[in-house]
């Protein structure tokens, strides 16, 4: 049996000229999650989103949101966005019901691990509980990703929503507020002090998105732009901060069920 490619991955692998790669100018706009407080936001994804603009042609505006309760309330409001970059369980879920494209995805899988301070003896998930465990806000893949390790909610950790970033529960847990925090699982490596506890199972990379009606011919250069991006030199920091190892073609496929992580939070449908 032939497996077809989405016709803009294959233009933009190079296998087949059927469309020019062209597109009027066009105003777009790109959504992504809040990994860090917004102005922050703006700072960390300015050498991407000017990358995207420069390679594209289209004036490409960030949209920043102040927290990860007003992305997911946009999220199931289905609020207009041309492109987001976001997790695994939110993409899954904005694919399912709001049809958006992933044409990309981060080569790497993405996983988080819980890690405890060096000042307790003998940490598990076991003696964490009860214990304080700062995360970063819901419904972050994180904080998914914590309370799926602890599925008695009579025995779980005292959880704190406290950080504003990844880095924050490192600085939180090092100031003695907080006795663990959960990481992705690429930064908890640069902390060899901190007690690896668990590890979350492998979801799909982080994924890049398109809204079903966008016009082909800006999908095409979308995906062109973004599947060089990681040999883009302006964009190493950036990528360093989001831990992808590259950009590789993604297909709806890829994220199917993963959403089912968000059942246990508020407004899941």
Do not use: C
Not at 10 to 20: E, I, R
Not at 59 to 69: D, E, F, G
Not at 91 to 112: D, G, H, L, Q
């Amino acid at each position: 049996m032939r497996i077809l490619r989405p016709w803009y991955l294959v233009l933009a692998l190079g296998l087949s000229p059927l469309l020019p790669s062209t597109a009027a100018s066009a105003e777009l706009t790109i959504g992504v999650e809040p990994r860090y407080p917004a102005q922050q936001v703006r700072e960390e994804f300015k050498p991407f989103v000017d990358y995207l603009s420069r390679t594209t042609g289209h004036k490409i505006t960030l949209v920043a949101v102040p927290s990860y309760h007003a992305f997911w309330r946009d999220l199931r409001a289905n609020r207009d966005l041309d492109i987001v970059i976001e997790d695994a369980h939110f993409a899954a879920y904005r694919i399912s019901r709001s049809y958006y494209v992933p044409i990309v995805k981060a080569s790497n899988p993405t996983s988080f691990t819980l890690v405890a301070s060096d000042l307790l003896e003998d940490p598990t998930l076991k003696t964490l509980v009860g214990k304080r465990v700062v995360t970063m806000p819901s419904p972050s893949l994180g904080y998914a990703s914590l309370i799926e390790m602890y599925p008695n909610l009579i025995a779980q950790p005292e959880v704190e929503s406290l950080a504003t970033s990844w880095r924050d529960g490192i600085e939180i847990v090092s100031g003695g507020d907080a006795e663990a925090t959960i990481l992705p699982t690429q930064l908890a490596q640069q902390y060899p002090n901190f007690i690896p506890v668990g590890t979350s199972r492998d979801f799909p990379g982080t994924a890049v998105l398109v809204k079903p009606t966008l016009d082909p011919k800006i999908v095409f250069q979308l995906t062109t732009a973004l599947l060089k991006a990681g040999q883009e030199q302006s964009l190493i920091d950036f990528h360093t901060g989001m831990f992808i190892d590259s950009w590789m073609p993604a297909k709806a496929a890829d994220y199917k069920g993963q959403d089912l992580i968000l059942k246990p939070f508020f407004g899941y449908r």
